[in-house]
Every structure is written in C-alpha cells, then in structure tokens.
C-alpha cells in the first residue's frame, strides 16, 4: 500500500514539474518575441472580423471594467 502512495506522489511529481517546464517554455518563446509579434494574431482577427477601432476600444473597456470591479470586490469581501 505505501508503495501505491509513493508511486503516486512521484507521478503528480512529474506532472508538475512538466507543467511548470511547459509554462516556462511558454515564457521564453514570448519573452523572445516584440510586442507587435505577440499582437500579429490579435491584429489579423480583429481585421478579418471587420471590427472597427471604436469598437474595439469598446471591447476593452468593457473587459478593464469587469476586471476592476472583479478585483475591487476580492479586495472589499477580504476587507470584511
């Protein structure tokens, strides 16, 4: 039985540090990357889309708006 834990433990072991490895990995490749290189896919989908500039910026306000008040709350219930 100690062995079966053991065994397990080692497992999950690997697993995380694979997971870790790949996360790093990911890192690097954009830490090597411009900023205009790692937007190049963003870019090509909002203009194939056909999304205006407005719309866009609509976007993104609306995904700051969420985010502060996801964030304002976490820290007003931990407050409490």
């Not at 996360?23 to 056909?50: H, Q, T």
């Amino acid at each position: 039985m100690n062995q079966k834990i053991k065994r397990r433990v080692v497992q999950k072991q690997r697993k995380i540090v694979k997971s870790i490895d790949r996360r790093k990995a990911r890192r690097n490749s954009l830490a090597d990357n411009s900023f205009a290189e790692i937007l190049r896919p963003i870019r090509k989908d909002v203009r194939k889309k056909g999304i205006t500039e407005r719309e866009l910026d609509e976007i993104i306000d609306r995904a700051r708006h969420r985010k502060f008040i996801t964030r304002f709350s976490k820290k007003r219930n931990a407050r409490s």
